[in-house]
């Protein structure tokens, strides 16, 4: 039921620099999000995710939202550092069908609100047209509630992830306020499974399906950031 927002690093270099993006994800979620900077090396951010229900039985239903504030330290005129912490919510319902190993389908589904707080620290290499950037984010999740359409109550009330995001943004044009970013991450839970071999039939499939949400959750999505201000630093 964790939908990560991408763990991406805002690329500002220098007070009153902002910059806004959009992506897609190929599961039909979009991500907006924010990053301004009001006063030199002290940057604050914020982003916005949805997605509605595409299908009756393969469907991610989200709505989220996080903010953050942090610093960030140019390195010359091609590296960058920056270190961002914060929080946000989220509400998500899914339901896929897991084929098995005979192919035999079973249909799952699941609810779940919950908040998260989260410490990140990324690094950035600006080259002439194209910027890799490298960002690495803890993050504590607390769930309100977490249920199975069929067992009820999840007994999951928290865990912690390691998320880890490579992002490439490729200028359009030679202005550089237009890019278009390509972010690939994968976030992992480092909190431990639980038992669910020894207990009763209900309370095993009930801690089974708590562990489904330890599993890894990968991210791909492609979309375009914007620059109105740009760093004399780069010319």
Known sequence: MYA??????PLVRQRGQVEVGASAQLTGRVEATAAYSPVQRVVV????????????????VTRQYE????????????WLLSGLGGGGQAYCHR???????????????????????????????????????????FTQVNFDYLTDAEYGPLPLSAMTRHEL??????????SRRWQLVTTLGLSVAST????????????????????????????????????????????
């Open 4 to 9: 990560p927002m991408q763990p991406v690093m």
């Open 45 to 60: 951010a914020g982003g916005l995710t949805a997605a509605p229900r595409l299908s009756d039985q393969h469907f991610l």
């Open 67 to 78: 903010v953050g504030a942090g610093l960030y330290q140019p390195l010359g005129r091609r």
């Open 95 to 137: 339901g896929y069908v897991d084929l098995g190993i005979f192919g035999s389908g079973v249909y799952s589904e699941y609810e779940a609100r919950y908040s998260k707080y989260f410490g990140q620290l990324g690094v950035a290499h600006i080259q002439q047209k194209d910027t890799y950037s490298l960002n690495y984010r």
């Open 165 to 174: 995001a490579l992002s490439v943004r490729s200028d359009i044009g030679k």
């Open 192 to 235: 431990s499974r639980q038992d669910d071999n020894q207990s009763p039939y209900n309370e095993s499939a009930r801690h089974y399906h708590a562990n489904r949400n330890l599993l890894p959750a990968f991210l791909m999505s492609f979309g375009v950031v914007y620059q109105p201000k740009q760093s004399a630093a780069l010319y």
